[in-house]
């Protein structure tokens, strides 16, 4: 079975960094694009950044710059590097990727900026 588990979220003050990680089994990360989305309370849940199989990036226009997607293929994991963090970075993040059939999302992790 596919699961896809996020962990790294917690409190953080306002210009601090925090590193996610998105663990991958019953799926091989290294053939699929993998997402990260954010979801703040009362509000749509937004993609943030986008890692290929290739390894090409795109990033929503609010955190370029200030975020970093990555993989690490023998280790089944995505990471997104936060830095410069502020307030309207406080949502839950998920991990998603979309097999040919059917998409998967991770459960979440909750990333709290405040003072």
């Known amino acids: 079975q596919v699961q896809l588990v996020e962990s790294g979220g917690g409190l953080v003050q306002p210009g601090g960094s925090l590193r996610l990680s998105c663990v991958a089994s019953g799926i091989l990360l290294p053939a699929y694009s993998i997402s990260w989305y954010r979801q703040a309370s009362g509000k749509q849940r937004e993609l943030v950044a986008d890692?290929?199989?290739?390894?090409?990036?795109k990033y929503a226009d609010s955190v370029a710059g200030r975020f970093i997607i990555s993989r690490d293929n023998a280790k089944n994991t995505v990471f997104l590097q936060m830095s410069s963090l502020n307030a309207d970075d406080t949502a839950v993040y998920y991990c998603?990727?979309?097999?040919?059939?059917?998409?998967?999302w991770g459960q979440g992790t909750q990333v709290t900026v405040t003072s």
């Open positions: 998603r990727v979309e097999s040919t059939f059917r998409g998967y």
């Open positions: 890692i290929s199989s290739r390894g090409d990036t």
